[in-house]
């Protein structure tokens, strides 16, 4: 398979990691760093690199050799920068969320669809080693029906003047979601509650409840408040649980082989239950760590060279910007309950 | 001090209890068992009591020497039992939730302070030492303002046909909450979002959020499906936080006095902040474990002699069944926001 | 089955727990409890037992309802007592450890193979639900050969005058260790290390180093002086690695199927090898908890009725007792190693 | 101050550590990487440097800007490789453990002092974070005197051909207890125990006791052969005790305020105590973690520029090197104790 020719767009707080993995892989091939500030742009990439630096994302897109770029800019930026390159007949790779609005966003898919082009959204969680195990027991039937999905991702975060905790962290754990539910669960609503104790003028902490379509719930406790960090992920399934702790490397995931038997006494009387419960294993399954980024920069390549749509597409980001939309419009309305489902 | 003569209705599930602790103190005499079968009543109290069983509360009543009574039956009995017991002159201390309608909970205060007894409703946490050494600090200033208060109290759970989740687990958070929240600083209003994903004509996932009058906010995620049990309280302040893991004897405390200072720059612009993290000790206090129910026990005893409200007493347990009633109608209204503070 | 009527000597520390165990258990029955204080006696029993009291071991011996008894008294009455009982033909049941020296020890195991009758030794730990599972794990093969053996029982200490660290807490290792090496696998020899840093006139901190006769190793860290408490186990095989927590109630065991494979390039040359190392899951077995002492009891009433010798009858506590022995006579040497054996 | 000149010898497993420091640090300058191989050495510093690569260790000693060498080649060169630096007016850093024998070790020693040239032991583990702040705390007499010192450090190793597992990870617990021990406390003696069940000609699993100066001791088990991995240190002392958890990041240590009072109720008899208790806090210091190799490095130039002994000089090294001969003969001795003190 040839490189995919590559260029970078923004070398800030991310956009080096991307670039170091674009650099490293070969299905890939780094032609360009595109910053505002070309002197921190070749400070990325060192002096002795062949890769080219410049300020003018024209002079990028005008290179033939180019097929892809990978936006990390700030997510204002997405989509003017996303529709310059479709307009440039370019594949798109963007940082989450995939745009400022839903309407931004539904144009970005809408133009990567009608130009034929890749559109995807760098949703790295998914690419975990972790993120990947939970998927594959979940497919796998392990877990039985999702009955719930509770996520708590608390950490002392860097208080962001444009930024609230919702599309900070949210992103995260709606993207996980959106990537582990079974094939016709979906969440059908979100409410979402917040606080800003410390006044500084965006949420710092935030709860998002998501009822989903198979009667279970989705939660996730956001938090930039707390001196300890927490990062526990809990799937509870009609046959196991599954707990995620992603601060136990060597064994962040733990398989809980006990529950509970319902036994309906009387099919025309729902409350009569013979309530059985069962004390099993646990399991924490052996899982080969592998760098996340590593996997996202070659989805995006090899789903460009076999002309799919990646793992975490343009509408998988949709997704997630259409549950943070309704989160927003959920705080403005006190906590009321916001259908999705629109963008599907 | 002379002993308060005691009886106690109700010989169940959480009456043993009461009795040993009744029968155990020098601050009280326990001087009846009343229990619909007095068989199971003689059982708990063995056969050599001096104590009395009957299954006629009346009887009970009828008796000088008994001055209180412990009510320790379903909460839908709870009423009628405490009006029969202050119309007879005896003060009451009643199992949570007070009743089973904020109607009936009401009428419960007023009936005791019209005829002058006291009410005192079982908030058997507050009595433990962790939550008393959590009231402790607070009220010591050590965490500063109260931001966020986040409870996790998962477990499998025994299935019951006429009580959810809620009306279960809940009140054991409402009244820490109740208990802990400095003066001034109150819940103002609650949202509530449930589950019952196995389908069992009872909510079993639930999560509560309440607003508090200082800008913070208070959250509990209650859970019945899980087969490991969690028992955490983050409470962030402006100055340190404290986490309680209650399944871990001998270290179930712990503060860490780590966190955020703010630096406004500019007193106009309220969103420009001069960010400083600290990174300080962990501090787990030494405290020395004592039966809850004893204190209990002997608080209901004090006040009685004392002549004062007891420190959970019954206005405490309406403002828990407030926040439950108006959980119950917030998720019939598909978790919008109730508004709380009737009952104070 | 006729019960085992039985006698319990010694209303101290343990023997109340023994008396409870007799005396629910229904392979026994409690006939007499017979200590120097017939008042502790009584009260341990309760006033409304029909259980006897005594000071005078003789009345007991002649009861002829008496079968049984059990010897709860301080270690340097046990080969006394125990001679005495046999001599009236009764079976015994003795604390640990056996006796005080070896020779009594031995005249004890001797007596009752003259008189026919079993010599049971009161190893707790070997009748627990986690040393069970260990020794089931280990018999059928799932850890492989064991290639060490290594305890830490680590805590605050009460300091007794006439016990040292290695004969108060060295008998549960030394015991668990005799009972869960699987057949043909012994320790040869042992080494012992201790210190006295405060002065108190008993060793407070000891190590115990036992060579297997396999080529393992087995250790043990026995410590008075630690104000947290450790009480782990990690036992290595050639195919998997077990940890007992003791500490760690519902999840004591871990069994992690991860370790080294080794194949020699050429079996002339030993120090040749290719090592390859497996990550493999980690499992904790569920294990269904029970009274450990309650086990011990109904092992003492089954192997006499069976006529058969109990899981550990006077010959593991003669084991015990020579390597406790042993251990003193290492000390005395500097560490010097002293081969075991001599008891089996 | 002017940069050291520096050079380092072998780019093998450790070296690529020492040249990344050496070449960041502004109080070194790196002049030559020598290898074996001089690609190897070249690939460590990459095509850009300005740094030599050479096989030849004379063109480096002849380079008069080469002011000290770090040697970080196997053992058995060691002191060849540091006598020929000696020889040439160079100052030496060495990898632990010294040299292969004492009697090597002692002539580096010797060499060093009578030429006035630094001679330093890279005994990493002394500079890091929470070496120090032990250390730190032993000083400030936070722990009292020190009773004992148990270290556990058991993990999967490399089995290597020509090195136990006591010359492998001995070095890292004998330096660090050198380090820590207040002025006045040493090891008087060694023994040492060690299996082998696997058979692959090396001791896997080895325990090392010595008995402190002051009463105390001082124990380290060591283990190959173990899936997971443990590094904790206990060091209980008068006052307090330490319990330090190299696996816990942002957590390492932990103090526990709690412990034994003794009051001698008669001096005359030595075994009469009054013993009473404590339960007291326990904390975790904040630690500011900062890369140990760092400060190895600018330790080694600061004593050269200030013409003082480093920190972890030749004769600590020594002294190491003398615990571990000495175990060596502890081992064929069955585990006698060998004395120490010979190097002081």
Redesign the interface.
């Known amino acids: 398979m040839k490189p995919v020719g590559v260029a970078v767009v923004g070398a800030g707080y991310w956009g080096p990691n991307l670039i170091r993995n674009f650099a490293a892989s070969e299905l890939t091939r780094l032609r360009w760093v595109c910053d505002l500030s070309p002197e921190r742009a070749q400070q990325v990439i060192g002096?002795?690199s062949e890769v080219n630096v410049t300020d003018d994302l024209d002079e990028v897109l005008q290179d033939p050799e180019v097929e892809a770029v990978a936006i990390a800019t700030p997510p204002s930026t997405h989509s003017p920068l996303a529709q310059k390159c479709f307009a440039a007949g370019k594949h798109v790779l963007v940082e989450k969320p995939l745009a400022e609005s839903l309407e931004e966003g539904r144009a970005m898919v809408e133009a990567a669809d009608a130009a034929g082009l890749t559109l995807m959204c760098d949703h790295t969680f998914c690419y975990t080693s972790s993120v990947r195990k939970i998927k594959e027991t979940i497919d796998d039937g392990e877990l039985g029906?999702?009955?719930?999905f509770?996520s708590?991702r608390?950490n002392?975060g860097?208080?962001q003047?444009d930024v609230d905790v919702f599309w900070d962290l949210g992103p995260h754990d709606l993207s996980i979601l959106d990537f582990i539910l079974p094939d016709g669960v979906t969440p059908e609503a979100i409410?979402a509650?917040?606080?800003?104790?410390?006044?500084?003028?965006?949420a710092c902490?935030g709860?998002l409840?998501l009822?989903?379509s198979?009667?279970?719930?989705a939660?996730a406790?956001l938090?930039w408040?707390?001196?300890?960090k927490i990062r526990t992920t809990?799937i509870?399934g009609?046959k196991r649980?599954l707990?995620w702790d992603d601060l136990r490397p060597g064994?962040r995931i733990h398989l809980?082989?006990?529950?509970?038997d319902?036994e309906p006494v009387d099919a025309a009387k729902?409350?009569?239950?013979l309530?059985s419960?069962r004390?099993?294993?646990?399991?924490?399954?052996?899982i080969?760590e592998t760098e996340a980024l590593r996997l996202v920069v070659e989805e995006f390549a090899n789903s460009i060279r076999e002309g799919r749509a990646p793992l975490t597409d343009g509408r998988a980001g949709l997704r997630v910007l259409e549950a943070l939309t309704a989160a927003r419009q959920s705080i403005a309305q006190?906590?009321?309950?916001q259908q999705l489902g629109q963008t599907r």
Not at 214 to 217: E, V
Not at 225 to 228: A, E, H, I, R
Not at 256 to 260: A, F, L, R
């Open positions: 002096t002795q029906d999702i009955l719930y509770d708590v608390v002392l860097l208080i003047r409410a509650h917040s606080a800003d104790p410390m006044n500084v003028g965006q902490v709860y409840t009822p989903l198979n009667g279970g719930i939660h406790h938090n408040l707390s001196p300890t809990i509870g009609s649980m707990v064994q809980y082989d006990s529950g509970i319902l729902r409350r009569e239950y309530v419960y004390a099993g294993d646990m399991i924490a399954p052996a080969r006190s906590g009321a309950m």
